[in-house]
């Protein structure tokens, strides 16, 4: 079972580097200033990052090994993604005065970037960490 120092620095690198990817592709894409967006993802992450917690260590639980599948991984970032969809719709919709409908389509997009961002992150994680235990790091 991972730390919960270990499970905080996943999070934090985690949505660190996501923010930084996605607030200039979602404020170019969607037409809304990048302040607004960046506003927005920075409450979603906030909502993201006590999710990942949970999540993270509600599926280490279930799957204790550092070397998952790609079915495992896969698993593990759909059930994050789409527990997240769940609490965040309705904020997306109300942060950028949309319907529910566009706000879904957008949380879809952002999923679809986050699935992503999660396979590799968490892949390149892993390794990492094993890497790092195998030298004796605590």
Same mark, same amino acid.
């Given at each position: 079972?991972?730390?919960?120092?270990?499970?905080?620095?996943?999070?934090?690198?985690?949505?660190?580097?996501?923010?930084?990817?996605?607030?200039?592709?979602?404020? !170019?894409?969607?037409?809304?200033?990048?302040?607004?967006?960046?506003?927005?993802?920075?409450?979603?992450?906030?909502?993201?990052?006590?999710?990942?917690?949970?999540?993270?260590?509600?599926?280490?639980?279930?799957?204790?090994?550092?070397?998952?599948?790609?079915? #495992?991984?896969?698993? #593990?970032?759909?059930?994050?993604?789409?527990?997240?969809?769940?609490?965040?719709?309705?904020?997306?919709?109300?942060?950028?005065?949309?319907?529910?409908?566009?706000?879904?389509? @957008?949380?879809?997009? @952002?999923?679809?970037?986050?699935?992503?961002?999660?396979?590799?992150?968490?892949?390149?994680?892993?390794?990492?960490?094993?890497?790092?235990?195998?030298? !004796?790091?605590?």
């Amino acid at each position: 079972m991972r730390s919960w120092k270990e499970r905080v620095t996943h999070m934090v690198l985690f949505e660190a580097i996501g923010l930084a990817l996605v607030t200039p592709l979602a404020s !170019g894409l969607t037409g809304h200033g990048v302040g607004e967006i960046g506003a927005l993802a920075v409450g979603l992450a906030s909502v993201a990052m006590l999710w990942n917690l949970v999540w993270n260590r509600l599926f280490d639980a279930w799957v204790p090994t550092r070397r998952r599948r790609l079915g #495992q991984r896969l698993a #593990q970032a759909v059930g994050f993604e789409l527990g997240l969809l769940v609490m965040t719709l309705p904020a997306v919709a109300w942060w950028l005065g949309i319907g529910l409908v566009e706000a879904f389509w @957008l949380d879809l997009g @952002l999923m679809a970037f986050f699935l992503l961002h999660a396979l590799i992150f968490n892949t390149l994680f892993d390794i990492v960490m094993r890497h790092y235990l195998a030298r !004796g790091g605590a």
